[in-house]
């Protein structure tokens, strides 16, 4: 391709629609007007309206401009907080739309990639459970304690799949809805139609991704607290002022009153510094008997962090089949800080059952 051809396909108008989207979206700058789908309907709608009421095009641009205006900021006179954004936004827009194509451009950008983007990102669970709750308890009815390993494991790569399937779902339907309708306007041709539909594809991605990370957070937390229901073990507040760098994500009290605190990780990888903060005197203080971390990939476990951490009463429940757990086990400095995933419930139960 010659550099002009290059030149010419960057300014092409058509290519608005991917930065008007980030533009509709940013809340920092632009008040994130673009998450209001009513908003963008009535704005789309009026700004057709005008174009379809008035001949002259250049009267028509000038018209468009000031019922955009007007209607945002009739929308936001009392929201003093946003008042400076949306002004802002028109003024950014006022740059960017200098012909009546980039006008339709905006137009379109509103009715048919943010509008639909909005319900499609929507329609993505904003967890992993709905997938995973369902599976898992059919594994513990059947399998019992032998099953936590599994389940464990499981939870995480169904939610993800689950998720992720949901993802696909939602952006088919959303890009076929817009190539065809795309194909039924004779004023954009096809070389313009791909610049929409990747910019449609773009943000898409760029939003999925960000509630992919929502939802990572709290998988593996989420699977604690499922476990711990379904065996109907009670869960305790956590000690009062208790600020040590540990994520703990539940607790449960034992038979004397003191606390046992239940991490669920991937990894301990990044972590384990700073779970070594906690050591056994600051564990005592806040009457922590000890600390059950469940890993499910423990190949960086390593005999220096098993035997600093599980000096400070803290102990590694690791898959059955894990080669780690295997090694650790038949080690004397080493055997007391792991422990199979499967006997969890049973080691729990030891300190939290009287008698």
């Known amino acids: 391709m010659k550099h002009s051809e290059i030149i010419k396909q960057i300014e092409n108008s058509w290519h608005n629609a991917y930065w008007f989207s ?3 979206i940013n809340n920092d700058k632009y008040a ?10 009535i704005i789309a709608s009026s700004l057709r309206l005008v174009a379809k009421e008035n001949k002259n095009r250049k009267m028509t641009l000038v018209l468009q401009k000031k019922t955009l205006s007007n209607i945002l900021e009739e929308r936001f006179k009392k929201a003093s907080s946003v008042k400076a954004r949306v002004q802002r936004l028109l003024k950014d827009l006022e740059i960017d739309i200098k012909s009546p194509t980039d006008m339709e451009v905006f137009i379109l950008t509103c009715e048919n990639i943010m509008i639909p983007l909005n319900q499609a990102i929507s329609n993505i669970p904003n967890d992993d459970k709905e997938y995973t709750l369902n599976i898992s308890k059919s594994y513990l009815d059947t399998q019992g304690e032998k ?7 499981l939870w995480d790569d169904l939610g993800v799949r689950g998720c992720l399937t949901a993802e696909r779902t939602e952006i088919v339907r959303a890009f076929t809805t817009l190539r065809v309708l795309l194909s039924k306007g004779k004023s954009v041709s096809e070389e313009d139609r791909d610049i929409v539909l990747t910019a449609f594809t773009q943000e898409f991605e760029r939003r999925a991704g960000q509630k992919r990370k929502q939802r990572a957070g709290g998988s593996l937390e989420d699977v604690t607290d499922f476990i711990l229901e379904y065996y109907k073990i009670k869960r305790a507040k956590a ?3 208790f600020q040590a760098d540990i994520e703990v994500d539940n607790w449960v009290k034992t038979n004397d009153g003191w606390l046992i605190g239940i991490s669920c990780k991937r990894t301990l990888r990044e972590r384990w510094k700073q779970v070594s903060s906690a050591d056994a005197s600051i564990l005592s203080k806040y009457k922590i008997k000890h600390i059950f971390h469940i890993v499910t990939y423990d190949e960086d476990l390593s005999d220096d962090k098993l035997t600093l951490l599980g000096g400070q009463r803290q102990i590694f429940y690791l898959p059955d089949n894990s080669r780690r757990l295997k090694i650790a086990s038949a080690h004397i400095g080493l055997k007391d800080y792991v422990r199979p995933i499967s006997e969890l419930i049973n080691d729990l139960n030891k300190f939290i059952k009287k008698g």
Request: net charge positive.
């Open 147 to 153: 099953g936590l390993a599994t389940v464990i494991s």
């Open 22 to 24: 980030r533009m509709l």
């Open 239 to 241: 000690p009062e002022h």
């Open 32 to 41: 994130a007007i673009g998450k209001d789908s009513k908003l963008l309907s």
